[in-house]
């Protein structure tokens, strides 16, 4: 992980990146030795430059010191809810700008506000993340630090601390979702999840196997998982502080591979498919971000597992699920099974875990993609607070949300002859469906319930801005900030 540290200015290094707003430079104080404003200036007026942020300009100086300068667009710079989002522009274009070199030292002005340098440290450490099993490239990065040059370090060290924090999440739910499958079993992300909070005190997990999950009645997770010869699990992650005064449980999808089943996918269909427990990461490495955080909540993270296979025990269309609190589902689609599994855990949840707010995170249908695009998650909600403070926290995380309807004279379409319920129906939208269906397990939770089906943000076909090509970890940043704003 790329290291990042404060330190107050002094000497002049030899790469060094000067934040540029639309009226050019932004006061250092104290100035800098070997910083000539007037030729900054001239850079900027011949490059056209208006001080966007996350463009950069940069200056060689083969023969000063520093021996290269590289400009870099913060937009207005003034406090509100874009200046993080400008702020965390910048740091993640100075990692493309500054990747081959070793080391980079970034100006920071004095008394800029520290949301400003946790964006800038987001930027930076998000956009440097790498994932590989093989061989560095020649093109990777080589950049191992960053110094950020404040006038009053202490000032800012809350604000550098929670920026890593928030990035070591993302990190972990990037690395889980990017493994691939053959080694990503229920049982090896079981195993990955208890190592990581093993090196966090107060976090407690419990896994359980299938026998456990048949002697309880978690039907669902076993439907789904019996096609597989690699059996489901349950994983229950709790950080519980002392004087906790509120509950939060979060459940994240745990599709470790989805070939759709006996409804098979087609084979393009399926070629992304280890991302489908992307919900499974993010609540997974939320929970544990809020134990390094020490946040004053008590979560509960749930994330059922199971690989989705063509096996000789595969569950059929037609089938009879029965779920944990003993609500029944007939099976219409095989290829619709994370709703089955997540139905088990949000029933679990509303009878035995008494949340204040629940709230799940689910790579759910490709409807979100058709609806909302490559880069919003669908949120659904009956509680207009929980939905707005969702949305505001995903907005200062630099996730997006839209909220979607939850219509209740579609809830009919649902209807099954044989069962309380059918997975899957044509009629509606697929995205509101799922999320339809989702609600009628939530129980008592209901009024204080939301989903967040993140199938399309979850995966980035290319690099962009602090998103780096493969799986984007999205949506731990944003319950983290949520899980903040609650502190």
């Not at 070997?34 to 030729?39: I, K, L």
């Not at 059996?231 to 459940?251: F, M, S, Y």
């Not at 999808?253 to 070629?271: H, L, N």
């Amino acid at each position: 992980m790329l290291t990042i540290g404060l330190a107050a200015v002094r000497g002049t290094p030899e790469v060094l990146a000067l934040p540029v707003g639309p009226g050019g430079p932004l006061p250092l104080d104290p100035p800098m030795a070997g910083v000539d404003p007037a030729e900054i200036a001239a850079l900027l007026e011949q490059a056209g430059s208006k001080g966007n942020a996350g463009s950069v300009q940069v200056l060689p100086r083969p023969l000063g010191r520093p021996r290269r300068l590289l400009l870099v667009g913060v937009g207005s710079a003034e406090a509100g809810s874009g200046m993080e989002a400008d702020w965390r522009a910048a740091g993640a274009a100075l990692i493309q700008a500054a990747a081959q070199e070793q080391a980079l030292n970034v100006a920071v002005p004095g008394g800029i506000d520290p949301e400003a340098v946790r964006g800038l440290a987001e930027g930076l450490l998000l956009a440097a993340y790498r994932f590989r099993l093989g061989e560095r490239r020649q093109s990777d990065p080589v950049l191992r630090r960053v110094t950020l040059l404040v006038p009053e370090p202490e000032r800012y060290e809350t604000a550098l601390q929670r920026a890593r924090t928030v990035s070591e999440a993302t990190y972990l739910a990037r690395d889980l979702t990017n493994m691939p499958s053959q080694e990503k079993s229920p049982a090896w992300f079981a195993t990955r999840v208890t190592r990581q909070a093993a090196r966090l005190s107060g976090v407690e997990v419990r896994v359980r196997e299938p026998e456990e999950l048949a002697a309880e009645g978690f039907g669902g997770i076993l439907a789904v998982g019996r096609g597989s010869t690699r059996g489901p699990r349950l994983v229950e992650v709790e950080w519980r502080p002392r004087g906790a005064r509120r509950h939060v449980v979060l459940v994240g999808k745990g599709i470790t591979f989805d070939s759709g089943g006996i409804s098979i996918k087609p084979r393009d269909a399926m070629k992304l498919m280890r991302k489908d427990m992307g919900g499974a990461a993010a609540v997974i490495a939320a929970t544990l971000g809020a134990a390094s955080l020490d946040l004053p909540v008590r979560v509960t993270a749930l994330a059922p597992l199971a690989e989705n296979m063509v096996g000789a025990d595969a569950f059929r269309p037609g089938d009879v699920v029965s779920h944990y609190g003993g609500q029944t589902s007939e099976i219409h689609n095989t290829d619709a099974e994370g709703r089955v599994v997540l139905a088990d855990v949000l029933s679990y949840a509303a009878c035995r875990l008494a949340p204040d707010v629940l709230v799940d995170l689910a790579t759910l249908t490709g409807a979100n993609a058709v609806a909302l695009g490559k880069r919003t998650g669908a949120l659904y909600s009956d509680n207009d607070e929980l939905a707005g403070d969702l949305a505001a926290a995903a907005d200062r995380a630099g996730e997006r949300v839209w909220r979607m309807p939850l219509h209740d004279d579609y809830t009919e379409l649902l209807g099954s002859e044989v069962a309380d319920l059918v997975n899957s129906v044509e009629e509606g939208g697929g995205s509101i469906m799922a999320a339809l269906y989702l609600r009628e397990f939530t129980g008592a939770a209901r009024d204080r319930w939301a989903h967040i089906d993140m199938s399309a943000p979850s995966w980035a076909d290319s690099s962009s801005g602090e998103l780096v090509k493969g799986a984007t970890g999205w949506g731990a940043r944003t319950l983290l900030r949520w899980l903040e704003s609650l502190d």
